[in-house]
T-cell receptor, first 113, second 113 residues
Framework: QQQVKQSPQSLIVQKGGISIINCAYE??????FPWYQQFPGKGPALLIA?????SEKKEGRFTISFNKSAKQFSLHIMDSQPGDSATYFC????????????FGKGTLLTVNP | DGGITQSPKYLFRKEGQNVTLSCEQN?????MYWYRQDPGQGLRLIYY???????QKGDIAEGYSVSREKKESFPLTVTSAQKNPTAFYLC????????????FGSGTRLTVV
């Protein structure tokens, strides 16, 4: 059972455009929703994260939008740059003592110059 | 510099051999994890450990084994029972009781020859 569904699998955006990646979850116990960025041959690195008590969080060009009732959250990359080309993973973790992250399958973003 | 070191970066295994992947961290994190990454599959949890001398199976533990004799070290052995071991393996660690501060190593690419 895939607990975090991520779409699209791949995305091509022109430089300066907006990249949008979506995730949906099923487990209502999830209370921490991070996004990770991974470059080829490297491990994922935390990009930005949100908790369900807020609907939006912005850090520079990166914004997470969160819809608790729909059980969906998304990553928006404004003014996308070629250096943003990477694989992006959404993830989720429940609260309490069970804090393992469950990951989506990833989105390969290509930003054309 | 605090971080997670995985070695080797590339590893080749012959059919029927066991191989061990190293993961060392100097972040003073109690929790450590092993994930397997395959194209289009995202990150799948193999094993995790919340404290020294204790570990639990993740979603795809069959054919793998781990030990946690020291806080800093969490080696993963890929046994001959793992029928399809070719993949990118990622080690991570986190502060106990939270998924925040999840830090990944740079990964080991294992290939069966």
């Amino acid at each position: 059972q895939q607990q975090v569904k991520q779409s699209p699998q791949s995305l091509i955006v022109q430089k300066g455009g907006i990249s949008i990646i979506n995730c949906a979850y099923e487990n209502t116990a999830f209370d921490y929703f991070p996004w990770y960025q991974q470059f080829p041959g490297k491990g994922p690195a935390l990009l930005i994260a949100i908790r369900p008590d807020v609907s939006e969080k912005k850090e520079g060009r990166f914004t997470i939008s969160f819809n608790k009732s729909a059980k969906q959250f998304s990553l928006h990359i404004m003014d996308s740059q070629p250096g943003d080309s990477a694989t992006y993973f959404c993830a989720a973790s429940p609260g309490g003592s069970n804090y393992k992250l469950t990951f989506g399958k990833g989105t390969l973003l290509t930003v054309n110059p | 510099d605090g971080g997670i070191t995985q070695s080797p970066k590339y590893l080749f295994r012959k059919e029927g051999q066991n191989v061990t992947l190293s993961c060392e961290q100097n972040l003073n994190h109690d929790a450590m994890y092993w994930y397997r990454q395959d194209p289009g599959q995202g990150l799948r949890l193999i094993y995790y450990s919340q404290i020294v001398n204790d570990f639990q199976k993740g979603d795809i533990a069959e054919g793998y084994s781990v030990s946690r004799e020291k806080k800093e070290s969490f080696p993963l052995t890929v046994t001959s029972a793992q029928k399809n071991p070719t993949a990118f393996y990622l080690c991570a660690s986190s502060i106990p009781g939270t998924a925040q501060g999840y830090t990944f190593g740079s990964g080991t690419r294992l290939t069966v020859v």
